[in-house]
């Protein structure tokens, strides 16, 4: 037996659960509710409104991104150093809260920012005034932050926690100070895991769904609320139609990015010491 085969299951999988789903969306994206061709669907995402929707989502994504990239790579290289004992039991609390539903941690999120919350308690308690933080666009920031800061450190961390210490006390050896040893050494040879932390983080993010609604009290609204929202709008004969061409822009939005990301590191071998 070919060993190709013990992957027709997932093959099986893909095909009907990934691919058929996408040529339905693909169709259509390009059909009018009569089944004709047309690419007046596209045209709709022109009017300001969609595009603010557009510009919005990929500038939270860029702001969740880049924040969970300063938080999370140096937790990685902390969980990753090899005098730390106690890695397994902090890497499974990282873990931890994707365990649940990414609603429930929203909510969980909300009592901590809300105007009676954790926040607002824990700055009355040592004098400060109250902070409107639920309805603010840094509260949906933040919750993209909370909800995928783990998909960034993981992959830096395994990516590290592999590294061979042996090149680093070559470069100590050789009269790199600490932050020589990190920049020259360290973050090029994690470049595969911050690639794949950012594409993991960037891609979720950019078509959010319910986190923006409920942290900003229905105030702002990114991609995955839009696309929510043209799917079931009952009265529009052309939902599903507007509602596919949406993702087919957003899906091809993130191929591009994902094509940037792979330039940064092509061959996949961390970029060796500068």
Not at 37 to 53: D, G, I, S, W
Request: net charge positive.
């Amino acid at each position: 037996m070919k060993r190709s085969w013990y992957a027709s299951p997932y093959a099986l999988w893909m095909l009907l659960f990934a691919v058929v789903p996408l040529l339905f969306v693909c169709w259509y994206a390009f059909t009018t509710p009569e089944g004709t061709f047309t690419l007046a669907n596209f045209q709709e995402f022109t009017k300001p409104r969609y595009a603010a929707v557009i510009l919005r989502s990929l500038k939270h994504a860029l702001y969740c991104t880049v924040l969970c990239l300063l938080i999370g790579y140096p937790t990685a290289y902390f969980l990753a150093g090899r005098g730390f004992n106690h890695t397994q039991s902090l890497v499974v609390l990282i873990l931890l809260p994707m365990w649940m539903n990414l609603l429930l941690r929203t909510y969980a999120m909300m009592t901590l920012l809300d105007d009676n919350g954790v926040l607002n308690a824990a700055l009355q308690a040592i004098g400060l005034p109250k902070v409107k933080v639920i309805g603010t666009e840094g509260a949906v920031v933040m919750g993209l932050v909370y909800n995928y800061l783990p998909f960034m450190v993981l992959p830096i961390y395994t990516i590290l926690k592999k590294m061979d210490y042996s090149v680093i006390e070559a470069a100590e050896d050789l009269g790199c100070n600490p932050l020589r040893v990190v920049t020259r050494v360290v973050i090029p040879m994690s470049l595969p895991g911050i690639v794949s932390g950012i594409t993991m983080v960037f891609m979720p993010a950019v078509t959010s769904f319910a986190i923006s609604t409920l942290l900003s009290n229905g105030k702002l609204r990114l991609a995955g609320d839009l696309i929510d929202y043209i799917f079931n709008q009952s009265s529009n004969p052309n939902r599903w139609n507007i509602g596919s061409s949406f993702s087919l822009m957003m899906l091809v939005l993130i191929l591009i990015s994902i094509g940037f990301l792979r330039k940064v590191d092509p061959d996949n071998e961390g970029g060796g010491l500068w």
